[in-house]
């Protein structure tokens, strides 16, 4: 939990340095850069009245009070800083709910408090215990439901590291596609296919049946050998009844996941306002976003509730990410807002 500053602390040491989690999977790449950049500013700089970590659930960052700003460290926020996400209602790189100063409220220390209780939990019971923390007025908790719903749809680790040595052994060798899917209910149904495509993967037709069964929860894995993201097609799998999670590959060492938001109902609809304003804002801000693309659609999927989104970026990714991850933001923020505004 936040801790209030040490006056004496404050008076040897004035300075407070950001400082980012090595141990964090997948980290948020604005956290990443101020780690990276050795952030370092007045415990007073108004920065830290909304930027004081942790920002946003399961975030592992840190401030390290020191005397002086270190060589090289950078000592000014970088531009936009305080620029409000109208989503979100918090600057860039702050989760919703996450922009205030240590003690700010004890509300704020309830749900930090939870947090930690929820980081405990089994994965599929984490994300919907947190799913249900409060709209600003209470903790709501529906942990009949919560259980329920994570008991029916149980992680398969074993299963999920055989697909992920399946598809990329033989993406490697082939330089195509491969899948394997698995019904995460059961553990069973376990199916594997290779392509003659280096960019599509066919379904067999016991994929295809299983996932237009209610009640299954089918999660394929395959291999992306150009290493982006999830395809609108891939993620069409998720509109399907059996549609659980469907994950990719890349050759990089990269991962993509995405299983079932609330909002997948609207997943269509979704993908085509999100696409065509992030490629509105890259025209108007002269950027060119190459493969970046479909991994920002699909962030702004996750944002908006359509999906939720996991990746791992390989190294040469998250340098290239991170040099435009301001400017990526404002262009999120703004599709996210197109996804909201889309008709049913």
């Not at 604005?30 to 108004?46: E, V």
Request: positive net charge; aromatic residues 6%.
């Amino acid at each position: 939990m936040r801790n209030s500053p040490d006056p004496d602390l404050l008076s040897r040491r004035p300075y407070w340095q950001y400082q980012h989690s090595d141990g964090i999977k997948h980290p948020r790449l604005l956290h990443k850069a101020w780690g990276d950049t050795r952030l370092t500013l007045r415990h007073d700089h108004p920065f830290w009245q909304t930027h004081f970590p942790p920002n946003g659930w399961g975030c592992g960052c840190t401030v390290k009070a020191v005397r002086t700003p270190a060589d090289g460290a950078a000592t000014a926020p970088p531009d936009g800083w305080d620029a409000i996400n109208p989503q979100t209602g918090e600057p860039a790189g702050i989760d919703k709910g996450w922009g205030y100063a240590p003690g700010a409220s004890v509300a704020d220390e309830l749900r930090n408090f939870v947090a930690e209780k929820a980081a405990k939990l089994p994965r599929p019971l984490r994300h919907d215990f947190l799913a249900a923390i409060s709209d600003g007025t209470g903790i709501k908790i529906d942990a009949a439901s919560i259980a329920a719903k994570a008991a029916q749809i149980p992680e398969r680790p074993g299963l999920d590291r055989n697909a992920t040595r399946y598809v990329l052994a033989r993406g490697h060798k082939d330089g195509k596609e491969h899948l394997y899917a698995y019904d995460a209910k059961t553990g069973k149904n376990v199916i594997q296919n290779t392509t003659n495509s280096r960019n599509a993967v066919t379904l067999p037709a016991r994929v295809s049946t299983m996932l237009d069964t209610p009640g299954a929860a089918m999660v394929l894995h395959h291999n992306h050998p150009d290493s982006v993201s999830l395809s609108p097609r891939d993620l069409g799998f998720l509109a399907r009844p059996g549609g659980h999670r469907v994950v990719a590959h890349g050759h990089d060492g990269s991962m993509f996941s995405a299983a079932k938001g609330d909002g997948v109902a609207r997943l269509e609809i979704a993908i085509n306002a999100a696409r065509a304003e992030i490629r509105s804002q890259a025209r108007t801000r002269g950027i060119d976003l190459g493969d970046w693309l479909p991994h920002l659609v699909n962030m702004s999927l996750s944002r908006a509730g359509i999906i939720r989104y996991n990746f791992s970026l390989a190294p040469s990714q998250n340098t290239a990410y991170v040099k435009y991850a301001v400017i990526f933001e404002k262009i999120l923020a703004e599709a996210v807002a197109a996804i909201a505004r889309a008709k049913r």
